[in-house]
């Protein structure tokens, strides 16, 4: 079966610091994989979202970047962290192709907190 | 742009009675709905979609596009629904972008 990490768990990390969450997907090949980040008070807000290795796909603009260098592994990072990069980061993945895009898996998400 | 809304941060109904979860959406095109659901200690996933019209947890929803909405019903809510349960869209299927709303909780009182 199919199955999805993500470290760390929590993290709190000063303004200016760099950034680097890891999320891998176990059980399916060739997933696309997607970032999300739920600030306070608000929805899930896409972020990235990636259909293969070295293929990114940016929804906002943003202080955040994203890579895939291998298969099933998608990293979220930034190079210097702004306070308002405070939230909680979800990883997600579904199965490749275009019939199930919308039928998500989460990881059990980052939080993050900017200090 | 697409929005979602879910107007009710938290909603506490009796267990037996009746629940409706709302959802209104706005976007241009033809939108696929769907509910996600996120249990104590558990991971978000997906309940159900419109297009399937189907009953999942004794939970349905109907899309209404003269109404743009897509509430989430149950005619009898049982203590195990408690959850947070979010609303999201799919501008197309041809989409990788699920919009979502910022989700209500549903405390079920024994």
């Known amino acids: 079966s199919q199955t999805i990490h993500q470290w760390p768990a929590t993290l709190v990390q000063p303004v200016g610091s760099p950034l680097s969450l890891e999320c891998t997907v176990e059980?399916?090949?060739?997933?696309?994989l997607y970032w999300y980040r739920q600030a306070a008070g608000r929805g899930l807000q896409l972020l990235f979202y990636?259909?293969?290795?070295?293929?990114i796909s940016s929804e906002v603009p943003q202080n955040l970047s994203a890579s895939r260098p291998q298969d099933r592994q998608f990293i979220l990072s930034s190079k210097k962290l702004l306070l308002s990069d405070s939230g909680f980061y979800l990883c997600?993945?579904?199965?490749?192709?275009?019939?199930?895009?919308?039928?998500?898996?989460f990881g059990p998400g980052t939080r993050l907190t900017v200090t | 742009a697409q929005r979602v809304t879910q107007p009710e941060k938290l909603l506490s109904v009796f267990k037996g009675a009746p629940v409706e979860l709302k959802c209104n959406y706005s976007?241009?095109?033809?939108?696929?709905l769907f509910w996600y659901v996120q249990y104590s200690r558990q991971r978000l996933q997906l309940l159900l979609r419109?297009?399937s019209r189907e009953s999942i947890k004794g939970f349905t929803a109907d899309l209404n596009k003269g109404e743009t909405s897509f509430h989430l019903k149950k005619p009898f809510a049982q203590e195990e629904d408690s959850a947070m349960y979010y609303c999201?869209?799919?501008?197309?299927?041809?989409?990788?972008?699920?919009?979502f709303g910022k989700g209500t909780k549903l405390s079920v009182i024994p």
């Open positions: 059980g399916t090949s060739n997933p696309n």
């Open positions: 990636s259909v293969g290795i070295g293929q």
């Open positions: 999201a869209l799919q501008a197309g299927a041809g989409s990788y972008q699920l919009t």
């Open positions: 419109h297009i």
């Open positions: 976007y241009s095109g033809s939108p696929e």
């Open positions: 997600a993945w579904s199965l490749p192709g275009t019939g199930r895009r919308y039928e998500q898996y």
